[in-house]
T-cell receptor
Framework: AQKITQTQPGMFVQEKEAVTLDCTYDTSDQSYGLFWYKQPSSGEMIFLIYQGSYDEQNATEGRYSLNFQKARKSANLVISASQLGDSAMYFCAMTVYNQGGKLIFGQGTELSVKP | SAVISQKPSRDICQRGTSLTIQCQVDSQVTMMFWYRQQPGQSLTLIATANQGSEATYESGFVIDKFPISRPNLTFSTLTVSNMSPEDSSIYLC?????????FGPGTRLTVT
């Protein structure tokens, strides 16, 4: 069975600083993908970044980067130059390729950006 | 990326009634998923709906409670039947491939 663990229920960061949100995963499959989503108070799920298990380079999307350490089974999200609008819930999720694309989510981390 | 719409965006329903949630995508997609997010919780997959086949339900979810239709490659519905206050949640549909998955805006359901 697959599992995603986010151990930080809440995080604070000062505006303009970088922050790392932790995510570890557990799977015995070799082919999988890792996602990060942002959920503001409105409830929508905003796709941020994706990393495939065979990707050799860490994924980056603007201010978001994914620190993928396959041997440690971790997929931490790094947000650079935090903005007030980054305050939200952040979810790490995984899909295993032989299970049709369904996502398994972690419990989430609530990020608060201080001015 | 796909543009996904859901109707209704929110509703308040009486216990014992049913609500049907619609999910519309702006392009044809093979895989469509329905998730539930209970208050203060993470997302849990209810079922996978592929066009032309019966929906596949996850453990803890049954067709009698959450019937799903998938009449074509751009549309699906989820019905929450015989509702109780425990069904108060955000219901989200998502579409995509193994490397891209996008969510609709969600339906915020309150059962009184």
């Amino acid at each position: 069975a697959q599992k995603i663990t986010q151990t930080q229920p809440g995080m604070f960061v000062q505006e303009k600083e970088a922050v790392t949100l932790d995510c570890t995963y557990d799977t015995s499959d070799q082919s999988y993908g890792l996602f990060w989503y942002k959920q503001p108070s409105s409830g929508e799920m905003i796709f941020l970044i994706y990393q495939g298990s065979y990707d050799e380079q860490n994924a980056t999307e603007g201010r978001y980067s994914l620190n993928f350490q396959k041997a440690r089974k971790s997929a931490n999200l790094v947000i650079s130059a935090s903005q007030l609008g980054d305050s939200a819930m952040y979810f790490c999720a995984m899909t295993v390729y032989n299970q049709g694309g369904k996502l398994i989510f972690g419990q989430g981390t609530e990020l608060s950006v201080k001015p | 990326s796909a543009v996904i719409s859901q109707k209704p965006s929110r509703d308040i329903c009486q216990r014992g009634t049913s609500l049907t949630i619609q999910c519309q995508v702006d392009s044809q997609v093979t895989m469509m998923f329905w998730y539930r997010q209970q208050p203060g919780q993470s997302l849990t997959l209810i079922a996978t709906a592929n066009q032309g086949s019966e929906a596949t339900y996850e453990s803890g979810f049954v067709i009698d409670k959450f019937p799903i239709s998938r009449p074509n490659l751009t549309f699906s519905t989820l019905t929450v039947s015989n509702m109780s206050p425990e069904d108060s949640s955000i219901y989200l549909c998502s579409v995509g491939t193994l490397s891209e998955q996008y969510f609709g805006p969600g339906t915020r359901l309150t059962v009184t």
